[in-house]
C-alpha cells in the first residue's frame, strides 16, 4: 500500500461507525485508526497530515452550517493552538495513554492531558531540539 501513499499529499482515514458498539467501544476503534494513521504519517519527512473524516446526514438538504456549529472550528483551533504552544509548532498534541473521551458537551482541551508527538527531526517533550 505504501505506494499509494507515496502518491498522496495527506492520508484521510475513514472514522465510520457501522457497528452497534458502546461509547467506549466506538472511542477505542477510531483511536485505533488515527494511530495507524499517523504511524504511516510518521514514514514520511516531514509526516504527512491527518484529515479523518466521517460523514452522517440526517437531512441532505439541509445547509452544512446547520448541522455543524461552532465546536467543530473550535475544536480545530484549540488542537491548533497546543500544536503550537505545547509543541512549538513542531509536533502535533495527542491525547496521552488511556485517557477517556472527551465529554462532548465540552470542548476545551486541558493540555495536561496531552503530549507532544514530534515531527521528523524534532525530539523531547515539547518538540524543542
Known amino acids: 500500500m505504501m505506494f499509494i501513499f507515496n502518491g498522496s499529499?495527506?492520508?484521510?482515514?475513514s472514522i465510520y461507525l457501522g457497528f452497534n458498539a458502546t461509547s467506549e467501544q466506538r472511542f477505542r476503534y477510531v483511536q485505533a485508526i488515527i494511530k495507524e494513521a499517523r504511524r504511516i504519517s510518521m514514514k514520511f519527512s516531514p509526516p504527512l497530515p491527518i484529515y479523518a473524516y466521517t460523514k452522517i446526514e440526517y437531512d441532505?438538504?439541509?445547509k452544512i452550517n446547520d448541522f455543524y456549529d461552532d465546536k467543530i472550528?473550535?475544536?480545530i483551533d484549540q488542537?491548533?493552538?497546543c500544536r503550537k504552544d505545547r509543541c512549538n509548532g513542531h509536533?502535533?498534541?495527542v491525547l496521552e495513554g488511556n485517557?477517556?473521551?472527551p465529554d462532548s458537551s465540552n470542548y476545551a482541551i486541558n493540555t495536561d492531558e496531552y503530549k507532544c508527538e514530534c515531527d521528523k527531526g524534532f525530539n523531547g517533550p515539547r518538540c524543542s531540539s
Not at 499529499?9 to 482515514?13: M, N, Q, R, V
Open 91 to 93: 509536533g502535533k498534541c
Open 79 to 81: 488542537h491548533e493552538k
Open 99 to 101: 485517557s477517556t473521551c
Open 9 to 13: 499529499d495527506a492520508l484521510y482515514p
Open 60 to 62: 441532505p438538504l439541509k
Open 73 to 75: 472550528k473550535t475544536t
